[in-house]
């Protein structure tokens, strides 16, 4: 009689989730006749259960390539996405690594595609919304992501110099000093140092977080995969799962209508993309290259193991913001980057993105995590303008050329297309609280409640509404809605510029002119200095104002008389004002009488 091992999550027919000890032998002829083969013999001979569609020749390639046969033919508990020959077929026929064929896949590559679609644990399609609490009591529907089995390994590269000091390689951002120290020798970098994760749109997820599965072409399933709902659908990433619950020996196979590729996090796929390029050159400002000692260290072990050259310092690519994965600091202090090994210092004044895009692991910030997995319950979105839409906006003609003018390099007749990317640098160096504030109005910490749906209930900074529709959606040539999703978030990109109400307002000039930068002070308040909030008032775009701004030079018209500081009226302190003019070298004038 044979005999076989085998570890399963029996999650069907209603039975527990439970799991066969891998080294327990069990008799084949009481195998039941659900149980398939293991993962690897199911993917070799699909034909014996009729479960699985078309035949699997280069997914199990990319398993025998990187030695894989062992653990998804005996051992492990396992997950996997594959696709077929035929979906494999059409992704040779265009990607975005230019790959025509499996001979031209790198090992990273190959490393890539495997690991991308393959989960460590054994997971039904119904059981990847559970999340468990700090009693191991399990939640459902809350979960849309998992870590997948990328290695930090597989994702270093090196950013080539450019063998000058002062010249910027390709690769390196734009406008940004923390890069110009490895202009000329190049940098080692992973683009974030958490694993990337895996997003799966559900039944479960969606109805318990309200996300609209109901409404054929108007719900926001479909919106946001490009077609409509039906029953026991579910996705990964952008793609269909076209045979799932498939069970094996050693865990589950959801054959995939696609090829899973690996989108990255949303910073790298707004690079990718061919019409963000200019909103993708902005978040780059706010990008600086981090040493990450854990990772050089762990690349290095591997490297030592496998005979392969080490790398003597690998930076991980973060982004300036308020919200990101924990640093160490050299000070003690809250600020994630203190210093950079070049010396120099990030201060706690660096204007910053309200949540870090390139962080894998992004969720939504919670008052009290606890032992729950808080980081595959909710993921980021941003609402990017299309680089039409910013043409629109800060050319000439535009509602934002203003900023151009003000802080451009190139400005009127030479504010031209051919100038944006150069006058869009010069904006930000000149004024960095521009663009952030740009950037900030258009990320949204939860993608649970930024579904279209809901579109009409999102506020901004100034607690009002921030007015996005499905209308501005962009439209691609076939029909379907330019919505992506990243590792980490979706990115709707939008044919219109949501400009933040600071700069759509009466508030506008005193925020961005330099010569009103006294009045800019008084009325922003950053420091709570005055306490008396005119920002908020100014900001509300359902009220009406006449606003009188007084240009500095006006400033310089008045002083305190020192004599008067003890002035009171009706127990408030009123000091006289010194006022100067032409006409009068010295004129006294009440407190009551400046009109601003």
Avoid at 91 to 101: E, K, L, P, R, Y
Avoid at 442 to 464: C, H, Y
Wanted: glycine share 8%.
């Amino acid at each position: 009689m044979k005999k076989f091992l085998f570890c399963v999550s029996l999650a069907c027919a209603g039975l527990t989730t439970s799991c066969i000890d891998k080294n327990e032998e069990v008799d084949a002829d009481s195998r039941p006749s659900w149980l398939g083969e293991s993962i690897y013999a199911e993917l070799k001979n699909p034909a014996d259960h009729g479960l699985l569609n078309g035949t699997f020749t280069n997914y199990l390639r990319l398993i025998d390539d990187l030695g894989y046969d062992e653990v998804l033919a005996k051992t492990g508990s396992k997950t996997v996405f594959p696709a077929n020959d035929e979906a494999f077929g059409r992704f040779f026929q265009s990607n975005d690594w230019g790959v025509a064929s499996y001979e031209q896949l790198t090992e990273a590559q190959k490393k890539l595609l495997l690991n991308s679609s393959m989960l460590d644990n054994a997971l039904l399609l119904g059981m990847l919304p559970n999340v468990y609490n700090g009693t191991n009591e399990v939640m459902k529907g809350q979960a849309v992501k998992h870590s997948t089995n990328v290695s930090l390994i597989d994702s270093v590269q090196f950013i080539a110099g450019s063998g000058s000091e002062s010249v910027r390689p390709a690769g390196m951002p734009a406008n940004n000093k923390y890069w110009q120290s490895h202009y000329r020798k190049g940098i080692h970098v992973v683009k974030d140092a958490t694993v990337p994760m895996m997003v799966h749109l559900t039944r479960e997820y969606m109805l318990n977080n309200d996300i609209k599965v109901a409404g054929g072409e108007g719900s926001d399933f479909a919106y946001i995969t490009g077609e409509p709902y039906s029953e026991g659908t579910a996705y990964i990433f952008n793609d269909k799962v076209a045979n799932g619950n498939v069970t094996c020996q050693n865990g589950y196979i959801h054959q995939m209508e696609d090829v899973v590729t690996p989108p990255g996090n949303m910073a790298q796929m707004l690079q990718r993309k061919t019409n963000t390029k200019y909103f993708s050159r902005i978040i780059d400002y706010f990008s600086l290259p981090y040493y990450s000692a854990t990772t050089t260290k762990y690349y290095n072990d591997w490297a030592i193991a496998n005979n392969r050259p080490t790398i003597d310092s690998i930076f991980e690519v973060r982004y300036l913001s308020s919200w990101s994965h924990s640093s160490s600091s050299d000070d003690g202090s809250e600020n994630p980057f203190p210093r950079l090994p070049n010396g120099q210092i990030v201060t706690s004044d660096a204007k910053k993105l309200s949540f870090d895009p390139g962080w894998n692991w992004f969720y939504p910030k919670v008052a009290s995590a606890g032992s729950t997995d808080v980081k595959i319950m909710d993921m980021g979105a941003i609402f990017v303008p299309s680089d039409d839409a910013i043409k629109d906006f800060f050319l000439q003609g535009g509602t934002g050329a203003y900023l151009v003018d003000i802080y451009g390099k190139y400005k009127d007749a030479e504010n031209t297309a051919e100038h944006l990317a150069e006058n869009l640098d010069s904006i930000h160096a000149k004024n960095p609280s521009v663009l952030t504030e740009f950037v900030n109005n258009l990320l949204q910490e939860s993608f649970a409640r930024s579904v279209p749906s809901k579109f009409g209930t999102i506020t901004n900074d100034a607690s009002e509404l921030l007015g996005v529709t499905t209308d501005m959606i962009v439209r691609k040539d076939d029909g379907k809605c330019d919505i992506s999703i990243a590792n980490n978030g979706v990115l709707y990109v939008l044919n219109t510029l949501i400009s933040p109400d600071r700069f759509q307002s009466v508030m506008g000039p005193s925020s961005v002119y330099p010569d009103m930068s006294v009045m800019g002070w008084a009325v922003d308040d950053t420091p709570g200095v005055l306490g008396v909030d005119y920002q908020y008032y100014l900001k509300a775009m359902r009220a009406n104002f006449a606003f009188f701004v007084p240009d500095d030079d006006a400033f310089s018209l008045y002083y305190l008389d020192p004599a008067s500081m003890g002035h009171e009226v009706n127990g408030q302190v009123q000091p006289d004002v010194l006022h100067r003019s032409e006409e009068h070298t010295s004129e006294l004038q009440s407190h009551h009488d400046l009109v601003c």
